[in-house]
């Protein structure tokens, strides 16, 4: 089992809508989470972080993390165009003591105007 | 620009051949990463370095990659006798650590093609 699954997509909208994306993860020992957002031939950006249970919001995106069922969310609202990218959840792998990200294979998220 | 810049941007190359690759973080990082990505999966994770000191290998880094971080600066990662299997998107990120954050910020990467 991989450490940090993520539906690869794609996931089709149209302009405005809400959008969901989600990871699951095998290793309650994680602490923080991550979302990137990498554009084609571009490298991945940091989009959020979040250390705990619950909501994160900044601007349109809201981060969610639940540990009980080990699955984190991360809910873009009035979704636009430029949002078409890659997104990529992440969190310290044990593997490496926590210095390396393990990231999710992404979600590609394409928004229709 | 203050971001992680990488060259080349893109490396076509013959099986066999070695390529080298360097990263240029952004100054006041401490930390320097080496991660690759193929078409279709995030990126994994190779070496890191804190300063000049590399600390950690990935198993995917095979005796055919070498790293280095002269004075702490810089980054260079070299592949030798190269494999069609190693083309894909060399990526390098940086991070200043402060406590227990650590936010890392990518380079748009080297895309490598063995063929």
């Known amino acids: 089992q991989k450490e940090v699954e993520q539906d690869p997509g794609p996931l089709s909208v149209p302009e405005g809508a809400i959008v969901s994306l989600n990871c699951t993860y095998s290793?309650?020992?994680?602490?923080?989470f991550m979302w990137y957002r990498q554009y084609s031939r571009k490298g991945p950006e940091l989009l959020m972080y979040?250390?705990?249970?619950g909501n994160k919001e900044d601007g349109r995106f809201t981060a969610q993390v639940d540990k009980s069922s080990k699955y984190i969310s991360l809910f873009i609202r009035d979704s636009q165009p430029s949002d078409s990218a890659t997104y990529l959840c992440?969190?310290?792998?044990?593997?490496?003591?926590?210095?390396?990200?393990?990231f999710g294979s992404g979600t590609r998220l394409q928004v229709q105007p | 620009d203050t971001g992680v810049s990488q060259d080349p941007r893109h490396k076509i190359t013959k099986r066999g051949q070695n390529v080298t690759f360097r990263c240029d973080p952004i100054?006041?990082?401490?930390?320097l990463y080496w991660y690759r990505q193929t078409l279709g999966q995030g990126p994994e994770f190779l070496t890191y370095?804190?300063?000049?000191?590399?600390?950690?290998k990935s198993r995917l880094l095979s005796d055919r990659f070498s790293a280095e971080r002269p004075k702490g600066s810089f980054s260079t990662l070299e592949i030798q006798r190269t494999e069609q299997g190693d083309s894909a998107m060399y990526l390098c990120?940086?991070?200043?650590?402060?406590?227990?954050?650590?936010?890392?910020?990518f380079g748009s990467g080297t895309q490598l093609s063995v063929l």
């Open positions: 990120a940086s991070s200043l650590v402060t406590g227990q954050n650590e936010k890392l910020f």
């Open positions: 290793n309650s020992a994680f602490q923080y």
């Open positions: 979040t250390y705990s249970s």
């Open positions: 992440a969190m310290p792998s044990m593997d490496t003591g926590r210095r390396a990200l393990t």
């Open positions: 100054s006041e990082h401490n930390r």
């Open positions: 370095f804190q300063n000049e000191a590399q600390l950690e």
